[in-house]
């Protein structure tokens, strides 16, 4: 399966985006997918995931509340919709996929697209 993400760009803090990664390939399989972001000189880390069975969803504790994921099977896209935005939240984001449940660890998935810029301004 093939995984590209776009939506990002450059917003002011308390704005939103909604990023959206749109899978192409063998998308008959039912997959989990992972939201991960990397700031600049810090690792790669977990902010959203939802399952491909069951839709559970899973958040990093600093975005819950904020950040929303969902999914069109219809369309073969998730998407992560972002309130609230910080400064904090400025990282290149990458979306992910699995087969299988969801998970918090960026290895556990098989699949990768290239990542998205958010860019939050104070």
């Known amino acids: 399966v093939q995984l590209q993400a776009s939506g990002g760009g450059l917003v002011q803090a308390g704005g939103s985006l909604r990023l959206s990664c749109a899978a192409s390939?063998?998308?008959?399989?039912?997959?989990?997918v992972g939201w991960f972001r990397q700031a600049p000189g810090k690792e790669r880390e977990f902010v959203a995931a939802i399952s491909g069975t069951t839709n559970s969803t899973y958040y990093q504790d600093s975005v819950k509340g904020r950040f929303t994921v969902s999914r069109d099977n219809a369309e073969n896209t998730v998407y992560l919709q972002m309130n609230r935005l910080k400064p904090g939240d400025t990282a290149v984001y990458y979306c992910?996929?699995?087969?299988?449940?969801?998970?918090?660890?960026?290895?556990?998935?098989?699949?990768w697209g290239p990542g998205t810029q958010v860019t939050v301004s104070s």
């Open positions: 390939g063998r998308t008959s399989t039912r997959y989990s």
């Open positions: 992910s996929a699995r087969v299988g449940l969801a998970s918090m660890k960026d290895n556990a998935y098989e699949y």
